[in-house]
Structures are given as C-alpha cells and as structure tokens.
C-alpha cells in the first residue's frame, strides 16, 4: 500500500512541476512515506530524518504522521510538514506555501515551516480519485492497483484502522480506468491491493465480480490480489483463482497464530478450525496453488503451549512460505493494554524455532517440486 502510496505521492508532485531526484544529495525535499506496524520501523525512520539535520525541507508522510502528529514536531524539528495518508493528495499545495514561505524569509538559518496548518488529518472519506490518476509506476511492466482504502477490523495489535481510517471501496469502474490506463502505458501484470480485499463491495460488484471484470481486460497477461483476511475469504474467491485464467494460482492468507486463545484476544474473528477448513477448501479447489501467510509471534500472555500449538498448524498447513514477525506493541491499540509481554530474548527463540522450521518444510516443498518436474 505504501508503495503505491509513494508512486502517486511522485505522480501528484511531477504533475505540479517537481522533479523526482534519483539520490538523497540532489533532492531540495525529502519526503519520507512512513510505516507504523512495526517499531523498529519506526525507529529507522527517525534515526534518518535526524541524518539530514536541517540541510533539506523534510516531510512526514504516511502512517507515522498520523500516528504521531503534531508530537512529530517536537520529536524532530527538522520536519516541515506531517501528512497522514488520507491526505496525501493535499503535499503539493502544502510543500508549494512552504517554498513561498522560504521565499519571503530567505535563510535565516531555519529549517523551512508551514505558517499556518501543519497537519491534514483523516476524514474517513474516500481519496480524491485523481490520485489514481498520475501516470507515475515505478515499475514499468507491473502497477500496484487500490481497490479499497482503510480497515474495519481492529485486529487488537494493528494500528491500520487508526491511521488509515475505516474501510472504504473504490468505484469498480474507477479501477478499471485505471488498470487501462496502465496498460496503456505497456503494464501487463497488476497486483489488487486492500487491507482485506475479501470484503470489497461496490453496489452489485463483490470481490469475485471485480476478479472478473479485471481478468476480462485486454492487455492484462497476468494478475493477483492482495491481502485476504481469513474470516471473508471463502469458495467464491477460490473458484475464482481456478477459474480465471489470468489470475495468479497463489493465496497469502493470513494466520498470525494456532492457538484459538490467542486469535480470540487478537480479534481475529476466526479459530483454528475455521482456518484449517479454509485452506483445505482453497487446496480442493485450487490445485497445487501457492499458500502463503503471517506469523506474529510473543503477542501479549503467549504461553509455550499456545506456541507450540502453532508450530503445529504449521506443520499441518505446509505453507510454502510464511512472513514471521515478532510482536511489536503499537500505542494506541488494545493490545498495547495488555500485561504479560514476552521479553524480547524469549520472542528471538520462538522467532528463530518457529522460522527454521518453515524453512524446513518450504524447502522440502521446493525439492518435492523439482523432482516432479524431473
Ligand atoms: S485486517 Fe487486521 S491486521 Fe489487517 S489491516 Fe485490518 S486491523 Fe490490521
């Protein structure tokens, strides 16, 4: 989301006249399009900006500056301008007065600031179309399409719904506008992005209609969709990877743990058998379609067992990769509330233990693969 975040960040201040430096040193502006679902994220963003020490006109863009806000300045005085991400459309205006600014008071030594509001802040509407619309992708062959903006789900550790609002859904011809408009510029592969895009709903067109609608589009060669939340994630979706013949064979779905306690004070609104049943439909249906999921592990009160009993849904699962993150307490969330945290040495083992062996099993799938295919 944030790379797509960033691309029309680009698009929207080449249309105004910027240009998009290819190094640090030659850039007036910084602008640093930020995460906040993990610390450590965070921490390397603020060890960063400190870096440049005045020398250019920074900005806090993103995630960060939503969480952050006002407090961003006081944290760094070197920021001129916090732009959460509902309001990105609104940065060339704002870094436009601060070049006035700088104009009318010429260096004075000061890092150049904003006179009056410093700060756009979430709505909860959605963006303004035209964002889509710049004509900016990095890559040249592949584009990053939003479906959906925000999250409703308040998984108790994510910080998503605070800072990118509630869910809200494109117009399904508006997505389709602009897929065309990337395959006009020679784009063949497209990646659907939503926080759960399993429950994307513009009037009569779902989920799966819009895998049609978007499989349908001459030029599209191949496309796939991210990410799919377990407790929306169903047979429609899955007769659909089978179906569609442009539509990746691959599902990233989700688990972040085995044990039902833990899912429970996640707020994940599903159980273990809910997910197990999941992906042995989406295995029936699809046949020798890629699975891939999230792992957290140390989430608050994490007891050995509930660890061990996701190691051994790993071991069921067989997932050929999975994304494992030790947990991150995020301010603001519920469960920043909670007590009994692991200590950080005990997350490292279980992160490591629980990592080897799903390198273990991808590795045996990746070797099982080879020789069938010798
Ligand atoms: S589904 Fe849960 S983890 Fe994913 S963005 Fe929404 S709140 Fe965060």
Not at 240 to 254: C, G, Q, S, V, Y
Not at 265 to 280: F, T
């Amino acid at each position: 989301m944030n790379v797509r975040d960033s691309e029309v960040i680009c698009g929207l201040l080449q249309k105004a006249g910027y240009r998009i430096s290819v190094t640090d040193q030659d850039a007036d502006v910084i602008i640093f399009n930020t995460c906040s679902v993990r610390k450590h994220a965070e921490d390397r963003v603020w060890s960063l900006m400190g870096s440049y020490k005045g020398s250019k006109i920074i900005g806090l863009v993103g995630c960060m500056a939503q969480n952050y806000k006002e407090q961003a300045f006081t944290r760094d005085a070197n920021i001129s301008f916090v732009v959460g991400p509902q309001d990105i459309d609104k940065i060339p205006k704002m870094l436009g007065k601060i070049l006035e600014t700088r104009g009318q008071s010429p260096n004075n030594g000061d890092s150049p600031r904003l006179l009056e509001r410093k700060i756009w802040e979430t709505e909860g509407k959605l963006r303004p179309e035209e964002i889509y619309h710049t004509d900016f992708y990095q890559d040249t062959n592949h584009a990053y399409v939003v479906i959906s903006e925000g999250c409703s789900n308040f998984c108790s550790y994510c910080v998503v719904p605070y800072v990118r609002g509630p869910l809200r859904h494109r117009k399904h011809q508006d997505i389709l506008i602009e897929i065309r408009e990337a395959i006009a510029r020679g784009i063949t592969k497209v990646t659907l992005l939503g926080q759960n895009v399993n429950a994307y709903q513009d009037n009569q067109v779902n989920f799966t209609k819009l895998l049609g609608q978007v499989n349908a589009l001459e030029g599209i060669k191949e496309f796939d969709f991210f990410t799919s939340h377990p407790k929306d994630a169903g047979v429609d979706s899955f007769k659909a990877i089978r179906d569609l013949d442009k539509l990746a064979k691959r599902l990233h779905l989700p688990l972040q743990s085995g044990a039902d306690r833990i899912l429970k004070s996640m707020n994940r609104g599903y159980a273990v058998k809910d997910y197990l049943a999941l992906i042995d439909s989406y295995r029936k249906i699809v046949k020798g379609g890629r699975l891939t999921t999230d792992i957290i592990v140390g989430f608050p009160t994490e007891t050995d067992q509930d660890f061990k009993e996701t190691c051994a849904l790993v071991k069921k699962a067989r997932f050929n990769a999975a994304y494992i993150f030790k947990y991150s307490s995020r301010p603001g969330t519920e469960a920043a509330k909670m007590a009994d945290e692991l200590k950080p040495g005990d997350k490292e083992k279980r992160h490591k233990k629980i990592l080897d062996l799903q390198r273990g099993i991808s590795k045996e799938i990746r070797s099982r693969q080879t020789d069938a295919k010798n």
